[in-house]
């Protein structure tokens, strides 16, 4: 499986910004397509999951009600819209899929996408 990440950027506090993770790879609706987030001298941490058809949903604590996963299987892509950004959530944001929903608890999802860089300024 390969990942591919983009739609990072420079934000202002209380921006929005969506970010991209283009997927491919053989039985890729098997996956559980997750965000993780790490920031400079940070471990890195789960953000959000999805399955492909939307039916199981996760979400860190400190993003829920603010950050949303969507995916679009025609096109191979998931999503992670992110809005009302606090500074507090700068750092690189990671793609990464796993035949099973325990990445979010392990970290450690078979694949990962290189990632983007979300910087938002106060």
């Known amino acids: 499986v390969q990942l591919v990440e983009s739609g990072g950027d420079l934000v202002q506090t209380g921006g929005s910004l969506r970010l991209s993770c283009w997927a491919s790879g053989p039985g890729l609706s098997r996956y559980t397509m997750d965000w993780f987030r790490q920031a400079p001298g940070k471990e890195r941490e789960f953000v959000a999951a999805?399955?492909?058809?939307?039916?199981?949903?996760y979400y860190a604590n400190a993003v829920k009600g603010r950050f949303t996963i969507s995916t679009d299987y025609a096109k191979n892509t998931v999503y992670l819209q992110m809005d009302s950004l606090k500074p507090e959530d700068t750092a690189r944001y990671y793609c990464a899929a796993d035949l099973t929903a325990r990445a979010m608890e392990t970290g450690r999802p078979s694949y990962w996408g290189q990632g983007t860089q979300v910087t938002v300024s106060s």
């Open positions: 999805s399955t492909w058809s939307g039916g199981n949903i």
